[in-house]
């Protein structure tokens, strides 16, 4: 582990889209499987939000299996994109739990600024009343539940990969991850301005489009789901190009160098 140069956080949103410029078409392929398979498993009475991010953790190692590929100059290989779902799979699927219970916390402690609307609109699908739109409490649920979230992305950006690469158990992986991105708060601090900016430029398009299309419906759509095919991969991306960065001294899915 080492503490990386602030302005690296610019670097790692730019090694992303320089991954996803390597092969768009994999990446769409990725993507579209991957939500596929989050709205099939989102299906399961009851359990489907649980089971969708119990899988999550295995579901990211594979694209990270792409841009480790990527990077070295070719395309993945089905088992390498299967990877998660392997020898590791009880460490990411305890990880997967623990990030819902985590997330469940977060929207706990919102519910301290909105008596639970944003709770439940997340748990059940039930829109919070006028009533909490109109007097501010949602807009400060949210504040509050971004804030109570940002230690949790800290302990969790790594995690999967740690588990995964380096095969840690999920608390020390959480452990190492967290103190890894503290330590290096600089950058991912840029990094967070950087995605911020990015999404301050797709809402002025979006303004934009809206005013010149006078609100079409289906070129709205298309210019979100656009945005939502250039986004995920070049985020995922960053992700292992921040890893790459913080943990030079590891050979990418080789265990402990």
């Given at each position: 582990?080492?503490?990386?140069?602030?302005?690296?956080?610019?670097?790692?949103?730019?090694?992303?889209?320089?991954?996803?410029?390597?092969?768009?078409?994999?990446?769409?392929?990725?993507?579209?499987?991957?939500?596929?398979?989050?709205?099939?498993?989102?299906?399961?009475?009851?359990?489907?939000?649980?089971?969708?991010?119990?899988?999550?953790?295995?579901?990211?190692?594979?694209?990270?299996?792409?841009?480790?590929?990527?990077?070295?100059?070719?395309?993945?290989?089905?088992a390498?994109?299967?990877?998660?779902?392997?020898?590791?799979?009880s460490?990411?699927?305890?990880?997967?739990?623990?990030?819902?219970?985590?997330?469940?916390?977060?929207?706990?402690?919102?519910?301290?600024?909105?008596?639970?609307?944003?709770?439940?609109?997340?748990a059940?699908?039930?829109?919070?009343?006028?009533?909490?739109?109109?007097?501010?409490?949602?807009?400060?649920?949210?504040?509050?539940?971004?804030?109570?979230?940002t230690?949790?992305?800290?302990?969790?950006?790594?995690?999967?990969?740690?588990?995964?690469?380096?095969?840690?158990?999920?608390?020390?992986?959480?452990?190492?991850?967290?103190?890894?991105?503290?330590?290096?708060?600089?950058?991912?601090?840029?990094?967070?301005?950087?995605?911020?900016?990015?999404?301050?430029?797709?809402?002025?398009?979006?303004?934009?489009?809206?005013?010149?299309?006078r609100?079409?419906?289906e070129?709205?759509?298309?210019?979100?789901?656009?945005?939502?095919?250039?986004?995920?991969?070049?985020?995922?991306?960053?992700?292992?190009?921040?890893?790459?960065?913080?943990?030079?001294?590891?050979?990418?899915?080789?265990?402990?160098?």
């Open positions: 582990m080492r503490i990386v140069p602030a302005g690296n956080g610019w670097k790692w949103l730019a090694k992303g889209f320089a991954l996803f410029r390597k092969s768009p078409a994999m990446w769409l392929l990725l993507v579209l499987a991957y939500w596929i398979a989050m709205v099939l498993v989102g299906q399961l009475p009851y359990l489907g939000t649980f089971v969708s991010m119990a899988l999550l953790p295995a579901f990211s190692m594979s694209f990270m299996a792409a841009c480790a590929a990527l990077d070295r100059g070719r395309l993945p290989s089905p390498e994109l299967l990877q998660g779902f392997g020898g590791r799979m460490t990411l699927i305890l990880l997967g739990v623990l990030y819902f219970l985590s997330i469940g916390a977060v929207l706990a402690v919102a519910s301290a600024a909105d008596g639970g609307a944003l709770l439940r609109w997340f059940i699908g039930n829109e919070p009343p006028d009533e909490a739109m109109r007097d501010g409490s949602v807009s400060r649920a949210m504040l509050l539940a971004a804030v109570a979230a230690p949790v992305t800290m302990a969790f950006w790594f995690a999967p990969i740690l588990a995964a690469w380096d095969r840690m158990g999920a608390v020390q992986a959480l452990f190492y991850s967290f103190f890894a991105a503290l330590r290096n708060w600089r950058a991912f601090l840029v990094y967070s301005v950087a995605i911020g900016l990015c999404g301050v430029a797709f809402l002025m398009l979006f303004a934009v489009t809206v005013i010149a299309t609100g079409h419906v070129t709205l759509h298309l210019l979100v789901t656009t945005f939502a095919l250039l986004t995920l991969p070049t985020v995922l991306g960053s992700s292992y190009a921040s890893y790459r960065d913080v943990f030079p001294e590891r050979r990418v899915g080789e265990g402990r160098a």
